[in-house]
């Protein structure tokens, strides 16, 4: 496992359109969340320990705050030829299992990994109501082992920030998890 960091895309970016298929096959589109207050972009996958080990916190984000129209939505980026654990089947069985109520879905291509110059999973990216990005970086400081309690702390704050019209938080720490599955040739050159 390579312990990637995120790029830190830069604040005040626009949201790099997507058209991806969800777990159902259906289209989800950037163009869906036009109308939501914030949207939460999760670049994930099924078999990462850092993704593992926040799966219950995200789920729980998820259903704290689709009542308030914030929108969220899962995209994992990962080779599942190499990795069969990350692939659209087994994607259906981890929204099931994990109780995930946002749309979870797949680029297969890796194309808006690039745009959104993702780097690991999870990659978290939070836009305000004009799909610009005023947040990124880690859910919170809980890792794999290191006993602190999952809770979406950072990813929380910088959403209160938004919902009430405040100043999100300046210091913004990278999120860190394992490095996305590039197919091979398709390793980004942002790095």
Known sequence: MALTPSTMLPLGTLAPD????DTTGKIVSLTDFRDA????????CNHCPYVVHIRDGLAQFARDYAP???GLVGINSNDAQKYPADSPAKMKDEVKSAGYIFPYLYDETQAVAKAY????????????KNQKLIYRGQFDGSRP??????TGKDLRAALAAVLNGQPVPEKQIASIGCNIKWKPGH?????
Do not use: H, W
């Open 145 to 150: 082992g290191n006993n602190i309690e999952v």
């Open 117 to 128: 110059r993702a780097a690991c999973t999870p990659d978290i990216f939070l836009f305000d």
């Open 68 to 70: 308030k129209n914030v």
């Open 37 to 44: 207050k914030a949207l939460v972009v999760i670049f994930m």
């Open 187 to 191: 390793e980004p050159d942002y790095f």
């Open 18 to 21: 997507f058209k991806l298929p």
